[in-house]
């Protein structure tokens, strides 16, 4: 039973990826025990999210790697090029070691945007746990403005308000300006899907529910073996379910990136139908 399904879980793996352009794509990694020359050691399972030309989520791909470097996002990435991954526009994900280099290495062209939800988690590590829940409502405001150039006026005043009793912070907020808000580059009616990991981490929840059984892997088979599974049948639900994103709204969101006009209309809205 464990050949049978291996045989399809590396077809899976190693199958083209036909579905593109693939505009947006989500990237993340999970910690997973396995037991390696007589001890328990972690490992890193890397998974790729893609929306496809269909407007369908599909799995990209996973690899299990040593560590969370950019040597491993670097590997991961090519192979996924050579697959056919192409026409990534913006590419979302946590601040993980190397992974915005070797994005810049394997697609060039595709901007970052960097997980606001792991970033505010950071971000309040830099103000007393009292100023905490201040800093969060205020740097939330950042994302409520409706307009680009009103998202990126409110973080100015965010990063001025924080400068008198937070200095660091303010500082922190300011460098991270540029990945924090990549999003603004595209319509505004689907910016709650791409302006963070959280699609991605809610799928990883069900990824550990199945893999939290298991504990401790015997060999790296077995972890590709079970989270395989796993991903071929979330992928198969996405076919069949509704599109993340409508056919129009894709068309139109590469049209706005190259003629940069991010403005988004009131048709747009209708074109998402998650």
């Known amino acids: 039973m464990s050949k049978v399904l291996d045989e399809q879980v590396q077809a899976f793996r190693n199958r083209p990826l036909e579905g593109g352009p693939y505009a947006f794509v989500w ?7 396995v037991r390696e020359g007589g001890r328990t050691v972690n490992v890193h399972v890397l998974v790729a999210t893609g929306v496809n030309a269909d407007g369908h989520r599909e799995i990209l791909g996973v690899e299990v790697a040593s560590a969370e470097d950019g040597a491993g996002w670097l590997a991961f990435l090519r192979a996924l090029v050579a697959r056919g991954l192409s026409g990534v526009q913006l590419v979302i994900s946590d601040a993980h070691t190397g992974l915005v280099e070797a994005v810049a290495s394997t697609l060039p062209g595709a901007a970052w945007q960097r997980c606001r939800t792991h970033y505010l988690r950071n971000l309040l590590t ?3 746990r009292s100023a905490q829940p201040w800093v969060a409502t205020l740097v939330r405001t ?3 403005q409706p307009a680009a150039e009103e998202v990126h006026a409110q973080h100015a005043r965010v990063v001025d ?3 008198a009793k937070h200095p660091e912070a303010a500082q922190h907020l300011d460098e991270a300006r540029d990945d924090l808000l990549a999003f603004t580059a595209f319509p505004r009616q689907v910016r709650r899907q791409i302006w ?3 699609p991605q981490e809610r799928f990883n929840k069900e990824i550990r529910r199945r893999t939290d059984v298991v504990g401790i ?7 590709i073996r079970l989270v395989g599974a796993v991903l071929m049948e979330q992928t198969d639900e996405w076919t069949e379910g509704r599109r993340y ?17 991010c403005s988004g ?10």
Do not use: C, H
């Not at 892997?217 to 972890?223: G, H, K, L, S, V």
């Not at 209309?265 to 998650?274: P, V």
């Open 217 to 223: 892997f015997p060999d790296r088979t077995a972890i």
């Open 126 to 128: 830099k103000v007393p």
């Open 196 to 198: 963070s990991n959280n």
């Open 265 to 274: 209309d009131e048709t747009d809205q209708q074109a998402i139908t998650a």
């Open 161 to 163: 308000s924080l400068e």
């Open 142 to 144: 950042i994302f409520d």
């Open 245 to 261: 994103m409508g056919l129009e709204f894709l068309a139109k969101a590469r049209l706005r990136v190259i003629d940069g006009d």
């Open 27 to 33: 990237l993340d990694a999970l910690t997973q025990k």
